[in-house]
């Protein structure tokens, strides 16, 4: 059984950093893409950043590029979303997700987290 579980959200002041972290089990990962998105009260689910498991090849929509970093630990199955310069908007919960495909689109990932909560504060 495919299981993502995510860690290290929180309460964090603008400006500030956080590292979230997704453990992926259950499953052979070589082929897979792995995503984070988040989801804000009231809002669509957002792409935030997608890697290979390679780690070869990263991906990030404007809104975060230079801010977040993800990077991926293939001996541990961990994948981490590094995201400094955090601003009041990046409050959402966010999700781990595992699949095949266009990376930025969520429709194309197969397994997800139950996600953990990031709040900025001004």
């Known amino acids: 059984q495919i299981q993502l579980v995510e860690s290290g959200g929180g309460l964090v002041q603008a400006g500030g950093s956080l590292r979230l972290s997704c453990v992926a089990s259950?499953?052979?990962?070589?082929?897979?893409?792995m995503g984070w998105f988040r989801q804000a009260p009231g809002k669509e689910r957002e792409f935030v950043a997608a890697?290979?498991?390679?780690?070869?090849?990263?991906f990030y929509p404007d809104s975060v590029k230079g801010r977040f970093t993800i990077s991926i630990d293939n001996a541990k199955n961990t994948v981490y979303l590094q995201m400094n310069s955090l601003k009041p908007e990046d409050t959402a919960v966010y999700h781990c997700?595992?699949?095949?495909?266009?990376?930025?689109?969520?429709?194309?990932?197969?397994?997800w987290g139950q996600g953990t909560q990031v709040t900025v504060s001004t």
């Open positions: 997700a595992a699949g095949f495909g266009v990376p930025s689109m969520e429709e194309h990932y197969d397994y």
């Open positions: 259950g499953h052979t990962f070589d082929d897979y893409t």
């Open positions: 890697i290979t498991w390679s780690g070869g090849a990263t």
